[in-house]
């Protein structure tokens, strides 16, 4: 939504102030760009006729939510926002001014329904028998009843009436406040303003009370007017829009003014003043009476009508409290009314969580005396622990052995094809250095001795690896690379792969970050899962011997999954592969302790490990540990 407001100031004596909000929720052009020619599209309009101006709480809570509502209709009308302003100026000719100046604003515009906001906005139209807009329907909104008569004057008018809740609202500040006995009524000195609240010194008289009016003072009389009240007397809040001097008054700043000045506590019947200095009470919210006016704007768009609907107390108003006012004025929250919404309240540890306070306690109380009990085995546990360790460093050097048997022929295969790399060209080396003593064959002689060395160095790596692997170790927790720990294993493996038709695949994740572990224990751990998994795929077809080795790094954690295409595992043995002794392999062929010492290793450096199937065939045994 977006809001314009066009100001004209007195030029003349002749001319007085207009002044007016230009709105279009749907359709309407920018400002100072009007068309050139009546509108003849279809869609219709409601103009929002304000007696107030937008500067007022309760005029944009109440638009704001009016437009709104009408937006919600499948063809949404365009919605215009005016203000007549007549509490501020009361210049002679002015009203007649607004209307000849609305004249020529809208004369291109087809206004379809007038919404006025109270008595005034209605007399002004009346007075012009509808002028500008004489063939528009009217649905004006006041409070209790319509003194205007519109029959003549205004033939299509019909109306939504607040019931009258000022009863209601004394009646609450009585049971909240008990010694109460007199209401200080402030509000200002415009003619409108007088007109519109004269009458509410009866209402006060009517609820059992004594009235102090305390009519358009200036700020600094109405400070000190408020600051020497009687101890009995609360302070109702109208408010006050031009003062007794003819100075425009702040709608906010007049309630933060009287509040901060005042000996009683102040009250006001607008729900757009709660937070401002006010106790609160019985108070109308703009927003539903912008919600109601809007939809009742609709059924008159569809159906005229020019019947009066009452809107009942409960449907607009909310009883709403600030808890700082009533600490203020030592108010206890038991004198509230039934549903009453107390807001703005002072954080509480013991009032806003006494159970949560409560249990905290019993658990400290719980956790002490656990500990106590607790120390006295810390001694046991950590012994076991570090026995625990031991074994398993001794049964996966075991299994390393194991592993290492099964790997023993095709190392002895890998082994030999760079030593008879190394023999043959040493045998032509040598030829060429006896045969061709010619100066020209040396560049030959030098590519074929690098070759050697290429060959010689191939060899004396996987030797190394294989001896790494053999070497019986306590953990020793250094910064490991798993993507290096992955590269080094399938070197190893890769032979025995070859010779059995499998395809082994790596996919590293750039940037895994090294865990904290011991390297040769999760090369360990890795090459039973990799022979596994071999194993898993060597009885199927040729085109399916495949087998992927995968990290990646997820939430503080790097995973290396393994991933076979061979049948998978029984969806019931999921976990039961990694209890000690439990084997898939055929009788005789495993002792069933490889994934069983393998998550211990695992879960030793802290991480965790599981198997899955795969959805295309096959399954998939990961793990994962922290990042270093």
Not at 9 to 14: E, I, K, Q, W
Not at 29 to 37: E, N, V
Not at 494 to 511: F, M, S, Y
Request: proline share 6%; glycine share 8%; aromatic share 6%.
């Amino acid at each position: 939504m977006r809001h314009w407001r066009v100001i004209m100031r007195p030029c003349s004596v002749a001319l007085a102030v207009i002044f007016s909000f230009g709105i279009s929720l749907a359709g309407a052009s920018p400002l100072g760009t009007a068309p050139p020619g009546p509108i003849t599209n279809s869609q219709r309009s409601v103009l929002f006729l304000s007696s107030d101006d937008f500067t007022r709480p309760y005029v944009r809570l109440m638009f704001e939510t009016f437009g709104e509502a009408l937006q919600t209709a499948p063809e949404s009308p365009a919605v215009y926002f005016e203000s007549v302003d007549s509490l501020r100026f009361q210049e002679p000719q002015y009203l007649d001014n607004v209307r000849e100046w609305l004249r020529h604003k809208y004369e291109s515009r087809a206004i379809d329904l007038i919404v006025p906001i109270g008595e005034p906005v209605v007399q002004f139209l009346a007075d012009g028998h509808g002028e500008p807009w004489p063939t528009a329907q009217v649905l004006y909104l006041e409070v209790a009843s319509m003194s205007v008569e519109t029959r003549t004057a205004l033939p299509h008018t019909g109306g939504l009436l607040l019931e009258e809740h000022f009863g209601a609202a004394m009646a609450t500040i009585k049971s909240v406040l008990p010694a109460t006995k007199r209401v200080a009524l402030v509000y200002g000195a415009s003619n409108v303003e007088r007109s519109r609240f004269s009458g509410y010194a009866n209402k006060v008289r009517a609820a059992d009370l004594d009235p102090l009016e305390l009519i358009g003072s200036s700020a600094d009389a109405l400070r000190a007017a408020v600051a020497h009240l009687p101890s009995d007397t609360v302070i109702l809040s109208l408010a006050p829009n031009v003062d007794a001097n003819g100075h425009v008054l702040s709608a906010n700043s007049t309630c933060q003014l009287i509040s901060s000045a005042a000996s009683v506590p102040l009250f006001t019947l607008g729900l757009q003043d709660l937070g401002c200095g006010v106790v609160g009470g019985l108070q109308r919210d703009w927003s539903l009476v912008g919600r109601l006016l809007g939809e009742e704007a609709l059924a008159r768009l569809r159906a005229p009508s020019t019947a009066i609907v009452t809107v009942p107390v409960a449907k607009y108003n909310t009883l709403a409290f600030d808890d700082r006012q009533l600490q203020r004025w030592r108010i206890p929250e038991s004198r509230l009314p039934p549903g009453a919404v107390v807001r703005f309240r002072e954080p509480s540890l013991w009032r806003d969580h006494r159970s949560l306070v409560i249990a905290a306690l019993a658990v400290t109380l719980l956790q002490s005396a656990l500990i106590a009990g607790l120390v006295f085995e810390h001694r046991r546990r950590r012994r076991a622990e570090m026995d625990s360790r031991r074994n398993l460093a001794a049964m996966a050097h075991m299994d390393r052995r194991a592993a290492m048997g099964e790997l023993a022929t095709s190392l002895a295969h890998e082994l030999n094809q760079p030593l008879n790399a190394i023999l043959q060209n040493a045998g032509v080396a040598q030829m060429l250095m006896t045969s061709h003593p010619v100066p020209t064959e040396l560049a030959e002689m030098t590519d074929i001795i690098n070759d050697i060395r290429k060959d010689d160095l191939r060899a004396s790596e996987v030797i190394r690896r294989m001896r790494g692997l053999l070497q019986k170790r306590e953990f020793e927790s250094h910064p490991v690379d798993l993507n290096e720990v992955v590269q080094e294993t399938i070197a190893i493996v890769r032979p025995d792969a070859k010779a059995r038709g499998i395809e082994l695949d790596a996919t590293l994740a750039d940037g895994a970050g090294p865990v904290l572990g011991d390297r040769i224990h999760l090369q360990q751990v890795l090459l039973n899962l990799l022979i596994n998994a071999m194993d898993a795929v060597a009885a199927g077809p040729a085109d399916r011997r495949r087998v992927r080795v995968e990290t990646k790094r997820t939430n503080g954690e790097v995973k290396l999954a393994v991933e076979d295409t061979g049948r998978g595992i029984p969806g019931d043995r999921l976990t039961q592969i990694f209890e000690p002794f439990y084997t898939t392999k055929r009788e005789g062929s495993g002792m069933g302790m490889g994934l069983a010492i393998a998550r211990g290793i695992v879960e030793a450096h802290g991480g965790r490990m599981a198997a899955e199937n795969n959805a295309h065939g096959g399954a998939t045994v990961w793990f994962s540990v922290p990042v270093s």
